[in-house]
């Protein structure tokens, strides 16, 4: 007689409950996605910034700026701009035009060892492409451009900082990260690059999906 007892698979062990203290970071970077942000300067030339503090509500966008950089002199004069979203793989093209600026002298407030650069593009080795309804050109080399405009833009409370609201006119997507035959961005196949706490990276496996995702997982 079998007097083994099923009492079905056992369970994982609880994990051990967290320990939190109390920390004081330098500065807040959660993990954002990257955004290349071109702007026009006075003469017609692009102008051409990271950032790293960037969202979206619906075709809203939002971006934080630093308030002494060219690319806020230039949306406050002229406020059409591409937003383009590089792959992962090129941080180190975006981490070339980190210690770059657009402003001659170097402004008050920047990181040191900041300099000047009129040509931003070839001194990342990036590519202009030609946008469709702003003047700025897009970033030939990322899967995902946005052509938006300012519609509002206001300082912080510090007055360090510029909040940038954005109405987004145009996407345009590689053609490899988009569903074929409709109109989203695949996720298993876009791989943005992020920027968590000063450091780059890309995206880990799925874990899941949003019960509203309409690109579910197979």
Excluded at 105 to 130: I, N
Excluded at 196 to 215: A, D, I, V
Aim: hydrophobic share 40%; charged share 20%; glycine share 8%.
């Amino acid at each position: 007689m079998n007097t083994e007892q099923h009492t079905g698979p056992a369970r994982a062990a609880a994990p051990p409950p967290l320990e939190h203290r109390t920390i004081r970071p330098r500065i807040l970077y959660f993990g954002t996605p990257v955004v290349l942000i071109s702007t026009a300067n006075d003469d017609g030339t692009p102008n051409l910034a990271p950032i790293s503090s960037v969202w979206a509500l619906g075709h809203l966008l939002v971006l934080g700026l630093g308030a002494t950089g060219q690319t806020a002199r230039n949306l406050a004069e002229r406020p059409g701009f591409a937003a383009c979203f590089p792959a992962a793989e090129d941080w180190s093209r975006v981490e070339r035009l980190a210690p770059l600026t657009g402003r001659d002298p170097v402004p008050p407030g920047k990181p040191p060892g900041c300099r000047f650069e009129a040509d931003k593009f070839a001194a990342a080795g990036l590519t202009p492409q030609e946008s469709e309804l702003v003047a700025p050109p897009r970033v030939a080399e990322c899967p995902l451009q946005l052509e938006a405009r300012v519609v509002r833009a206001d300082a912080d409370a510090s007055g360090d900082l510029v909040v940038v609201q954005a109405d987004v006119l145009r996407v345009h997507a590689d053609t490899r990260v988009v569903v074929p035959g409709t109109d989203h961005v695949d996720p298993s196949r876009w791989n943005p690059l992020i920027y968590n706490f000063r450091h780059y990276f890309g995206l880990g496996r799925q874990h899941g999906h949003s019960h509203r995702s309409e690109t579910p997982a197979p």
